[in-house]
């Protein structure tokens, strides 16, 4: 079946530009599985491109990028080491490097302050698509903390950097919008350094629930049919697959809830706009959603999900992954039944 | 400088002042969500409209 189809392909590019039938290029098409298009890149594009230029709005609506930024990089502390190249894949207005210069990351008042995470960094590149999102904070303090670079991706998708070249590579809230996950995934595998950890976080399972059904009860209802408002999002489960898949070692991944309350929906939906997280899914309805929806889809949701103090709750979803390229020298689990000591022993005396 | 108002904050605004009728047509989706079909609970989401239509002229 999908041999048909790259046939085709093929057959109207030659008609166009007479390109020659050979068989590199056929391989060329033949080797990579179709991938599915969910997320129209332009339209996510611009409404980055969109959010960002509202300079004053966006910088409010980055609480959720900055509170998930700081969460991903306090993972760092666990690891004793020092990063001399680090990419931040999907930088969006540079949450991971303001999150990188905060003075304290472990705030338990029981341990020795740390220093900030930025000392054990030597330099960050921070690569998106979106130029005005990325250059949006440019002039800000924390810039002069961090040595990094902001480089424009042609694509979201793909990664123009050479094999072996990170000594860490984080990604937060970016990858929930990437069509070919699996793909880029094995690209981050492969720009990594042997031994060397992949730390994301993205949205996922559960993420919007609330508006998600509200919005269709009220498009069954006033309309008789339903579009897609909430773009489809990985399970949790599925995210360790997807590491194993693309090469990943020691894999490890789990999930956190912020639950966000906000006066009514429109003010969520006006966030989320200001974010750049409005709908992007492909085939979806153009244009705004009908005053009517919207009007039913407020009342639904507070019905259904509201809480007594009069506001809506809006759950976001985290899935953090941390995978490790995979290296000879790398520490590897036992093999299954060695182990010598009964657990079971340990857990009763004490 | 006064901010300037979006559409959908005038809309938030007057869909603000009909939380009674908001509250009868959600309990009336919600009292069976998992067959609910068009116009199913067209008469509450009518009286609604008209509340938020009269908040919305008020203006």
């Known amino acids: 079946m999908h041999w048909t189809v790259s046939r085709l392909q093929l057959l109207r590019t030659a008609k166009g530009l007479l390109v020659v039938w050979s068989s590199t290029v056929i391989r060329l098409y033949h080797s990579r599985a179709p991938v599915h298009e969910v997320f129209n890149t332009r339209t996510k594009w611009l409404q980055k491109e969109r959010a960002a230029s509202r300079l004053e709005e966006s910088r409010t609506a980055d609480y959720l990028k900055d509170e998930v930024a700081i969460r991903l990089c306090e993972r760092l502390l666990d690891i004793k080491r020092s990063y001399p190249r680090v990419l931040d894949v999907g930088a969006n207005s540079c949450n991971v490097a303001r999150a990188l210069t905060a003075p304290n990351p472990d705030s338990d008042p029981n341990m020795p302050e740390s220093d900030p995470l930025v000392t054990k960094i030597k330099h960050l590149t921070a690569a998106e698509s979106s130029e005005t999102m990325l250059y949006r904070d440019v002039e800000e303090p924390f810039n002069q903390q961090i040595n990094m670079t902001r480089e424009v991706l042609a694509s979201q998708e793909t990664l123009p950097y050479g094999a072996n070249t990170f000594d860490l590579v984080l990604s937060s809230l970016s990858l929930h919008w990437i069509n070919d996950l699996p793909g880029m995934l094995s690209q981050i595998n492969n720009i990594l350094k042997p031994d060397c950890a992949f730390m994301g976080a993205m949205f996922g399972g559960d993420t919007l629930f609330e508006l998600r059904t509200s919005l269709q009860l009220a498009e069954q209802e006033r309309r008789g049919g339903i579009s897609p408002h909430v773009s489809p999002l990985a399970d949790t489960r599925d995210c360790g697959g997807l590491l194993q898949r693309a090469g990943f070692k020691m894999v490890g991944v789990d999930v956190d809830d912020i639950i966000v309350d906000y006066p009514d929906s429109f003010a969520l939906m006006q966030d989320l706009q200001a974010m750049g997280e409005s709908n992007a899914v492909l085939g979806r309805e153009m244009g705004a959603i009908q005053r009517d929806v919207l009007l039913a889809a407020d009342a639904i949701y507070r019905e259904l999900h509201g809480n007594e103090d009069g506001t809506v709750p809006a759950t976001f979803r985290m899935i953090y992954m941390i995978g490790w390229k995979e290296s000879e020298d790398q520490a590897q689990p036992l093999p299954r039944g060695s182990g010598q000591i009964n657990l079971k022993d340990v857990l009763e005396s004490k | 400088m006064p901010a300037r108002t979006r559409p959908i904050q005038k809309f938030a605004a007057a869909a603000s002042q009909c939380s ?24 509450e989401f009518m009286k609604l409209k008209d509340c938020y239509l009269k908040a919305s002229k008020k203006k």
């Open chain 2, 20 to 43: 009674p009728e908001a509250a009868v047509y959600g309990r009336c989706i919600v009292a069976d969500y998992n067959s609910v079909h068009k116009d199913k609970c067209v008469a």
